[in-house]
T-cell receptor, first 110, second 115 residues
Framework: EDQVTQSPEALRLQEGESSSLNCSYT??????LFWYRQDPGKGPEFLFT???AGEEKEKERLKATLTKKESFLHITAPKPEDSATYLC???????????FGKGTLLTVNP | EAQVTQNPRYLITVTGKKLTVTCSQN?????MSWYRQDPGLGLRQIYY???????DKGDVPEGYKVSRKEKRNFPLILESPSPNQTSLYFC??????????????FGPGTRLTVL
């Protein structure tokens, strides 16, 4: 069974204070690792897909990296508008579904 | 605008009163799915559909039904809702689930309360 564990559960940063969120996973035959952003009461918004170890993707202040066991979402010089819950999900090779972690609630204070 | 829409967005009902939550996408996506999101449990898949007339159970299908008679629509049916089905529900779609490039796009959510 695919499993995803995200840490920390919550992270509070000051504006401009860079940090990283962790997503550890176990999956049989990784078909893709996905990062989403979710604002309160809204649907998850797609950020990145990573497919193989060593891959990196960037978007504005966010950078996602992937190893064989975990993924990191690095946030550089965050702003208050980056405050949200960040979700990690994996798709294994034996099925079509996404398995989600429970998310990291990021709060960036001005 | 490419999007996944859900209706209603908010619903309060009583135990046992049948209800349907609609989901529609305008992106010609083959794959559609329903999730529920509960505090401390994250997003869990209820049902999914690979194409018209093809549906299968996810992780938590008990108490739910789905149908896929048209490509764009994937309604979620609760025949006899119970309080433990109070949750935030999301519909999602992707072009084709088995392709390595496919990303699931989510609707805005339906907050359901069963009294």
């Amino acid at each position: 069974e695919d499993q995803v564990t995200q840490s920390p559960e919550a992270l509070r940063l000051q504006e401009g204070e860079s940090s990283s969120l962790n997503c550890s996973y176990t999956v049989s035959g990784l078909r893709g690792l996905f990062w989403y952003r979710q604002d309160p009461g809204k649907g998850p918004e797609f950020l990145f897909t990573l497919y193989s170890a060593g891959e990196e993707k960037e978007k504005e202040r966010l950078k996602a990296t992937l190893t064989k066991k975990e993924s990191f979402l690095h946030i550089t010089a965050p702003k208050p508008e980056d405050s949200a819950t960040y979700l990690c999900a994996v798709r294994g090779g034996s099925n079509y579904k996404l398995t989600f972690g429970k998310g990291t609630l990021l709060t960036v204070n001005p | 605008e490419a999007q996944v829409t859900q209706n209603p967005r908010y619903l309060i009902t009583v135990t046992g009163k049948k209800l349907t939550v609609t989901c529609s996408q305008n992106m010609n996506h083959e794959y559609m799915s329903w999730y529920r999101q509960d505090p401390g449990l994250g997003l869990r898949q209820i049902y999914y559909s690979m194409n018209v007339e093809v549906t299968d159970k996810g992780d938590v299908p008990e108490g739910y039904k789905v149908s896929r008679k048209e490509k764009r629509n994937f309604p979620l049916i609760l025949e006899s809702p119970s309080p433990n089905q109070t949750s935030l529900y999301f519909c999602a779609s992707s072009l084709w689930a088995s392709r390595i490039t496919d990303t699931q796009y989510f609707g805005p959510g339906t907050r359901l309360t069963v009294l």
